[in-house]
């Protein structure tokens, strides 16, 4: 079984500033999708990003990019020019496509991001 | 972009009564949609999967009489707590997959359950 490990339960960040959030997973899989979403104290889960496995170059969305780097299964999320609207929890998080669109997201425990004026 | 609501947002019920959640895609058909619970602090825990016009797939330790799942539409899914306890207070979320060939989920914006 896919597992997904955040090992960044809580952490800080000055506005402005540059943050990464790490996040590792195992599988034997070679092709599945990661992602990046992001739960504010509203608790609406919102897409941050999305990888596929197959592509070498790591997405970019505007401020938010990852690192992913297939050989160690790591997948990290920075986050640059912090914004006091990014406060809030991330969750790291695998698809295997096998079984079409019935497989479900494989979640981490998440980290609680806080950005500090 | 896609959306998907949830009626009721809060709700509060009386210890042995049941209480429905519907979750509903609004702008597109959801092949398959998933039910979580979460706890404070906590990440998000998939209860089970569902599709249109089958019986839903429920995860290990959730039990299937107590939360019953309906994915009568394509648009619609509603989850049935039956029997309310304390203990089934907790906050559910639902989400929706557009399509078998699309990975990407949405969710709705979650349930809060106060059973007294």
């Known amino acids: 079984a896919q597992t997904v490990t955040q090992s960044q339960p809580e952490m800080s960040v000055q506005e402005a500033e540059t943050v990464t959030l790490s996040c590792t997973y195992d599988?034997?899989?070679?092709?599945?999708?990661l992602f990046w979403y992001k739960q504010p104290p509203s608790r609406q889960m919102i897409l941050v990003i999305r990888?596929?496995?197959?592509?070498?170059q790591n997405a970019t969305e505007n401020r938010f990019s990852v690192n992913f780097q297939k050989a160690a299964k790591s997948f990290s999320l920075k986050i640059s020019d912090s914004q006091l609207g990014d406060t809030a929890m991330y969750f790291c998080?695998?698809?295997?496509?096998?079984?079409?669109?019935?497989?479900?997201?494989?979640f981490g425990k998440g980290t609680r991001l806080s950005v500090i004026a | 972009g896609a959306v998907v609501s949830q009626h009721p947002s809060w709700v509060i019920c009386k210890s042995g009564t049941s209480v429905k959640i519907e979750c509903r895609s609004l702008?597109?058909?959801?092949?398959?949609m998933f039910w979580y619970r979460q706890f404070p602090k906590q990440s998000l825990m998939l209860m089970a999967t569902?599709?249109?016009?089958?019986?839903?797939?429920?995860e290990q330790g959730v039990e299937k009489d107590k939360f019953l799942i309906n994915h009568a539409s394509l648009t619609l899914s509603t989850l049935t707590v039956t029997s309310a306890h304390p203990e089934d207070s907790s906050f559910y979320i639902c989400?929706?997959?557009?399509?078998?060939?699309?990975?990407?989920?949405?969710f709705g914006p979650g349930t809060r359950l106060t059973v007294t």
């Open positions: 599988t034997s899989e070679s092709n599945y999708y």
């Open positions: 998080a695998f698809m295997n496509p096998r079984n079409s669109g019935n497989t479900p997201l494989v």
């Open positions: 989400s929706a997959r557009i399509r078998a060939a699309s990975y990407e989920q949405y």
């Open positions: 702008d597109f058909q959801a092949t398959t």
């Open positions: 990888q596929e496995a197959y592509k070498q």
């Open positions: 569902s599709n249109e016009g089958s019986k839903a797939t429920y």
